[in-house]
């Protein structure tokens, strides 16, 4: 009789060690979702998990998982960053990056039109005579600008060519050309002497 009372209480105390037990396991296994709520300004869209989403979308993760973002612009435009709860974004200025959920989070993908390349175009001339369009200086313009060129000899002088970084000009011996703008230019307008011509 007494080993039987032993067995039982013993057999109750490993019933409760395993109640206990998996108790615990299942608090674990069902642990905390979190919801990511993903938009993003004009000019762009954004996947998740490989998926895009056509606007603004709210999804629920266990809280841990890691999620992938990537932005893509479309043509015109340039991603920027991620702004808004983005403490666990690994990466704010990457296009494509990932993020943490330790809680709910709700980000923005940010685009933009880029602003325009400029180049400056920084214009000289020799003695005889100068540059009057579009003067002589420096210059700042937009890739891809045609810009005129007129070199203005002096009454004793006359033009002779364009010379520095001459490889966009349209004609380097005219005195009445163009330049376009590929790059940040150094040139020079030449002049020289017109040979006197002595009488008799």
């Known amino acids: ?23 615990g ?11 990511l709520t ?19 979308a709210i ?12 932005a893509t612009p479309v043509s015109g435009y340039q991603f920027v960053d991620w702004t808004g709860d983005v403490g666990t974004v690994d990466n704010v200025h990457a296009s494509e990056t990932i993020i943490t959920m330790n809680g709910n989070y709700s980000i923005m993908a940010n685009f933009e039109i880029p602003p325009p390349v400029r180049y400056s175009l920084n214009i000289f001339s020799t003695a005889g005579g100068s540059v009057a369009t579009p003067g002589e200086g420096s210059f700042t313009y937009d890739a ?21 970084d001459v490889d ?14 590929s790059g940040n230019y150094y040139i020079v307008a030449n002049f020289r002497d017109i040979p006197c011509t002595g009488l008799g």
């Open 25 to 35: 396991a299942g608090g674990g296994d069902g642990g905390e979702s979190y919801t």
């Open 144 to 164: 891809g600008t045609v810009v005129n060129l007129v070199a203005t000899p002096a009454s004793d002088h006359k033009f002779n060519k364009w010379t520095g």
């Open 168 to 181: 966009t000009i349209a004609n380097v011996n005219a005195a009445s050309t163009n330049i376009t703008m």
């Open 38 to 56: 993903v938009d993003s300004t004009a000019g762009g869209a954004v996947a998740v998990n490989n998926v895009t989403i056509p606007g603004k």
């Open 1 to 23: 009789m007494a080993r039987v009372g032993i067995f039982l209480i013993t057999v109750a105390l490993i019933a409760g060690m395993v109640g206990c037990g998996g108790g």
């Open 59 to 70: 999804f629920t993760y266990n809280t841990g998982t890691v999620v992938s973002l990537n």
